[in-house]
T-cell receptor
Framework: QKEVEQNSGPLSVPEGAIASLNCTYS??????FFWYRQYSGKSPELIMS????GDKEDGRFTAQLNKASQYVSLLIRDSQPSDSATYLC??????????FGAGTRLTVKP | DTAVSQTPKYLVTQMGNDKSIKCEQN?????MYWYKQDSKKFLKIMFS???????INETVPNRFSPKSPDKAHLNLHINSLELGDSAVYFC???????????FGDGTRLSIL
């Protein structure tokens, strides 16, 4: 089983819709969780951090964490064409050791 | 001011050569990392260092040797380059071992 798994996509949504990205992880002891956005040819850019169960909102982005189900998700409300990118789920499986999912490519169509 | 800077941005070289990539961070972070992103865009950890000390060596061939002269710098030296080493290499840093990481712009390594 891979350490961090994401829906490989690609995911396509119309402008203004909600995009939903999902991630599961295998190490039950993991404590910190992140979503990164990566535009083609660019470096990963941090969007959200989440450390405890529940929802965390930041502008149009909401991260959700369920440690019992080992599940992390990212919702993007009012999706914009500029949100089109690859979204990477990242999990710190132990200190100084972050593992990434394979990424989900999102396309927002005008 | 660039927070995590890598040089060079592009590296084109022949099989068998030795090359180095430099990384510097001005964020005052204690932990630095090297990642490899292959053609399928999968980002895989190679090494992590905390305050100049090696913490993680993720089954990387010993042709790859990281060096951290101080906690603001983590360089990567690669010996006897192989075709399979072609990838984008990212340096990153974080304040704590479980905190978010900030990435450099990457070094695209192409082996001819």
């Amino acid at each position: 089983q891979k350490e961090v798994e994401q829906n490989s996509g690609p995911l396509s949504v119309p402008e203004g819709a909600i995009a939903s990205l999902n991630c599961t992880y295998s190490d039950r002891g993991s404590q910190s969780f992140f979503w990164y956005r990566q535009y083609s040819g660019k470096s990963p850019e941090l969007i959200m951090s989440i450390y405890s169960n529940g929802d965390k909102e930041d502008g149009r982005f909401t991260a959700q964490l369920n440690k019992a189900s080992q599940y992390v998700s990212l919702l993007i409300r009012d999706s914009q064409p500029s949100d089109s990118a690859t979204y990477l789920c990242a999990v710190n499986i132990r200190n100084n050791d972050m593992r990434f999912g394979a990424g989900t490519r999102l396309t927002v169509k005008p | 001011d660039t927070a995590v800077s890598q040089t060079p941005k592009y590296l084109v070289t022949q099989m068998g050569n030795d090359k180095s990539i430099k990384c510097e961070q001005n964020l005052g972070h204690d932990t630095m990392y090297w990642y490899k992103q292959d053609s399928k865009k999968f980002l895989k950890i190679m090494f992590s260092y905390n305050n100049k000390e090696l913490i993680i060596n993720e089954t990387v061939p010993n042709r790859f040797s990281p060096k951290s002269p101080d906690k603001a710098h983590l360089n990567l030296h690669i010996n006897s380059l192989e075709l399979g080493d072609s990838a984008v290499y990212f340096c990153a840093s974080s304040q704590t071992g479980d905190g978010p990481q900030h990435f450099g712009d990457g070094t695209r390594l192409s082996i001819l």
